[in-house]
């Protein structure tokens, strides 16, 4: 959730939603998450989808205890579980953090080394009094200005991923993100109101009854807006009506000081990856606390510290999670989760060295 110049309620009144609610984790088909899939999609996708999962489990490579890793002997076994793990296509779908954010698919295609992450939308517009406000065109141009926000931040993401696993050392993902807007298997939908309907833009990743995490936007969010950071504080200010449209940065001042960022991307962000924010507010700021969701955020950080290495801050910056429209290293977390999750392999950002296969003649 980013927050604008809208007026907040009082202090100690939570706000209506707040991202990172508790909520049923999506990634197993149990008894409980497949009844409802049942009704939505019939009996048939739900038998094909579990008996899929059934054999995936069974094929995942798992080393035997037993056998000296740096021997021949689990030499050869690597080999063995190698070629048979390339025989197949892994998945995972509706996948969400152990944060219990995020809704998205991943397929790994162990022949092409190439892992695609499959993220679809829908667009809802509220229904307002006055059904001209609605008109064909201006659905359409609110749809292109969401689509535009989106891709030029999550649909350029790249990177590669490498297995850690002994003698899979060479084993890559890399990485492709594809976004789509499809109203009838949404991961996300977005609700789109007129000015003054709906006075935040926010994401909700508490599921709704369709599985599908929700973002709740104003039509005069729908473009990017403007903050500039003040040098001493480091604190952010909305100024974009100051700056107008196109955004002039004032005579004199650093560029370097001003962001921009596209808010459905940000929002975007929570509800399909499964990111927290990382921008930094007012700490005596009650409702900033509320909306920051701390908890969440230090989840991610202890993952991104236990996956890659690094501990991420909050800070107000170019980052799109922040205040800006740049997709970093750490927002690849959810990606290289759920790449471990569909295969059982551990992966890293660092390639590994490759092992010497071991001398078997005598």
């Known amino acids: ?41 019939g009996n048939r996708k739900v038998t094909t989808a579990v008996l899929q999962r059934a054999a995936q489990d069974s094929a995942r490579p798992v080393p035997d205890p037993t056998v000296d890793q740096d021997s021949a002997e689990g030499y050869f076994a690597a080999q063995d579980a190698i070629r048979a793990f390339q025989q197949q296509l892994w998945t995972v779908r509706n996948y969400q953090l152990p944060t219990g954010w995020g809704n998205f698919d991943l397929t790994y295609c162990p022949v ?9 939308y829908a667009v809802t517009f509220a229904d307002p009094a006055d059904p ?22 999550w649909g350029r993401v790249v990177g590669t991923f490498w297995c850690q696993q002994p003698w899979w050392e060479h084993l890559r993902a890399e990485l492709k993100v594809r976004i789509v807007e499809d109203d009838a298997t949404p991961h996300c939908r977005i609700t789109v109101y007129q000015d003054g309907r709906n006075s935040e833009a926010y994401a909700v990743s508490q599921r709704n009854r369709a599985n599908e995490t929700e973002i709740h936007i104003s039509v005069g969010d ?12 480091r604190t952010a200010k909305d100024v974009t009506s100051e700056l107008g449209f196109p955004p002039r940065i004032p005579e004199g001042a650093d560029p370097e000081d001003y962001l921009t960022c596209p808010v459905v991307a940000h929002e975007f962000g929570h509800a399909g990856p499964g990111l927290p924010d990382v921008y930094r507010g007012r700490e005596d700021d009650g ?24 501990k991420p801050e ?28 569909a ?20």
Not at 112 to 120: A, L, P, T
Not at 135 to 153: F, G, M, N, T, W
């Open 1 to 41: 959730m980013i927050r604008y110049h809208h007026t907040p309620p009082p202090l100690g009144v939570a706000p209506p939603r707040q991202i990172g609610l508790p909520r049923v984790p999506g990634t197993a088909l149990t008894r409980a998450t497949a009844l409802p899939l049942q009704r939505d999609v």
């Open 343 to 362: 295969t059982g392999l551990d992966w890293g950002e660092r390639k590994q060295p490759a092992r010497e296969a071991p001398v078997c003649l005598p």
């Open 112 to 120: 092409s080394q190439q892992v695609r992450v499959d993220i679809r």
């Open 287 to 310: 409702w900033m606390r509320a909306w920051h969701n701390q908890a969440s955020f230090d989840d991610f950080q202890q993952l991104v510290q236990q996956e890659m290495g690094r």
């Open 132 to 153: 001209s406000v609605w008109a064909d065109h201006l659905k359409a141009a609110a749809r292109a200005e969401i689509e535009r926000s989106i891709q030029q931040v």
């Open 314 to 341: 909050r800070r107000n910056d170019r980052r799109v999670m922040s205040h800006g429209n740049v997709a970093t290293l750490d927002d690849l977390l959810p990606f290289l989760l759920a790449l471990q999750e």
């Open 222 to 233: 729908l473009a990017d807006r403007q903050f500039r950071i003040d040098p001493q504080t």
